[in-house]
C-alpha cells in the first residue's frame, strides 16, 4: 500500500470527524428548535392502548370552550387512556399567547405544568386582555409555589423557546393550522362537532374496541 494511499485515506478519515463534530455542535446549538425535544406532558397510563395528543392554544376560544370536557374526559377514562397536550400557539391572531405557553413550559420546569396549564384557561379572560400578562403568570406561579425567581428565569430562557417550537414543528409535520386539534392514535380529528363528554366518548370508545 503506497504512502500517497494511506496519507488519503486519512485526510478523508479527519474531515469525516470535523463533518460529525460540526453536525453535533449545529445540532446542540442553544434555541435550535430542529435539535429540541417536543414536550412530553401527558396524563394517564394507557391502558387500553388509547393516546389523545391536543394541539392547543392558551389563548384559542375554541380551546377554552373544550378545556373543561376535557377536564371530564380525563376523569372518566383515567389511566385506560393517555392524554397529552403539545403547545401550538397561533401567534398571528393571539397576542399574549405565546407568553402563556412560555409561562406553562417554565412551570413545567418545576413540575408544575398541569397546574399551570389549568390555571391559564380558567383564567384566560383575565390575562388574554391584561396589557401586563408577564405579570399575572408570576402572580399565578406564586400561588403554585413556584420559586418565582427560577420561573421568570426559565420564562426567559431560550430552552423554553425551543421546546414551544419544536411542539410546533411537529404540528405542522402534521398539517395543523387551528386549535384545538386532536390526533388520536396517529388520526387526525379537527374539532370534533360534538363537544361533550359524550361525544369524545363516543370516539374513544371505539379506539377502546379496536
Not at 389563548?59 to 389511566?79: H, I, N, R, T
Not at 379572560?125 to 406561579?141: C, G, L, M, V
Not at 425567581?149 to 423557546?161: G, L, R
Not at 409535520?173 to 396517529?186: A, H, Q, R
Request: charged share 20%.
Amino acid at each position: 500500500m503506497s504512502k500517497r494511499f494511506l496519507i488519503i485515506i486519512a485526510v478523508l478519515f479527519l474531515g469525516f470527524i470535523g463533518f460529525l463534530v460540526f453536525s453535533k455542535e449545529k445540532t446542540n446549538s442553544p434555541g435550535n428548535s430542529s435539535s429540541a425535544q417536543a414536550s412530553n406532558h401527558v396524563a394517564g397510563a394507557g391502558k387500553k392502548n388509547v393516546t389523545i395528543i391536543e394541539y392547543g392554544d392558551f389563548e384559542c376560544s375554541a380551546c377554552y370552550a373544550y378545556y373543561p370536557v376535557l377536564q371530564q374526559v380525563k376523569k372518566k377514562y383515567g389511566d385506560d387512556i393517555t392524554f397529552q397536550f403539545r403547545n401550538f400557539p397561533l401567534t398571528q391572531i393571539h397576542k399574549q399567547t405565546m407568553a402563556a405557553h412560555r409561562a406553562a413550559e417554565a412551570a413545567a420546569k418545576q413540575n408544575k405544568f398541569w397546574e399551570m396549564h389549568n390555571i391559564l384557561y380558567e383564567q384566560q379572560r383575565t390575562w388574554a386582555t391584561s396589557s401586563n400578562a408577564q405579570r399575572i403568570f408570576e402572580d399565578y406561579a406564586t400561588q403554585l409555589g413556584l420559586n418565582v425567581d427560577q420561573f421568570k428565569k426559565d420564562y426567559a430562557s431560550a430552552e423554553v423557546a425551543a421546546v414551544i417550537n419544536a411542539d410546533i414543528d411537529a404540528g405542522n409535520k402534521l398539517n395543523i393550522n387551528s386549535t384545538p386539534t386532536f390526533v388520536i392514535n396517529g388520526k387526525k380529528i379537527e374539532n370534533p362537532k360534538d363537544v361533550t363528554l359524550e361525544g369524545f366518548s363516543k370516539i374513544i370508545d371505539e379506539y377502546i374496541k379496536n
